[in-house]
């Protein structure tokens, strides 16, 4: 009888230090992706940048022109699958003047960011889409 708990007791023991544990996948910082960083270009503002990545996790105290994106995943499988990520923004006179780390810089990120071309655009659109709307209400109006 008592060899037999010991035997059972010695199975639950040995079945406790098994590798099959599950654990979660820790993710932790600003998860970035390579279609957001392609947005980017020199001249932007940081609200511009900030509304494309979100908020920095890191600023640095001294110097508020350095944004530092960090992105670290810790598996639950093993190290082997464990991810780190970084990158990390300049500015000057709060705008995009260069950028470096795990991600490659689209072609354009060198191309000078026009906001008189963008608002340019803007107006067009809002003039076609104004123009649209005026062309609906005569037709609702007039009764056709």
């Known amino acids: 009888m008592y060899f037999r708990v010991a035997i059972i007791i010695t199975a639950l023991t040995l079945s406790a230090c098994s590798s099959w544990v599950f654990r979660y996948d820790v993710p932790q910082g600003n998860y970035l992706e390579q279609k957001s960083i392609d947005k980017l270009q020199v001249g932007m503002t940081k609200e511009q940048v900030k509304f494309i990545l979100g908020s920095p996790v890191v600023v640095d105290a001294f110097n508020d022109d350095t944004w530092s994106y960090v992105y670290k995943l810790k598996s639950g499988r093993s190290k082997d699958f464990d991810i780190k990520k970084q990158f990390?923004?300049?500015?000057?006179?709060?705008?995009?003047?260069?950028?470096?780390?795990?991600?490659?810089?689209?072609?354009?990120?060198?191309?000078?960011?026009?906001?008189?071309?963008?608002?340019?655009?803007?107006?067009?659109?809002?003039?076609?889409?104004?123009?649209?709307?005026?062309?609906?209400?005569?037709k609702v109006t007039s009764g056709k």
């Open 88 to 138: 990390i923004i300049n500015f000057s006179d709060d705008k995009l003047i260069s950028a470096a780390g795990n991600f490659k810089l689209s072609d354009k990120f060198n191309t000078p960011f026009n906001t008189t071309a963008v608002t340019e655009e803007l107006d067009n659109t809002n003039k076609a889409n104004l123009d649209q709307n005026t062309s609906v209400k005569h």
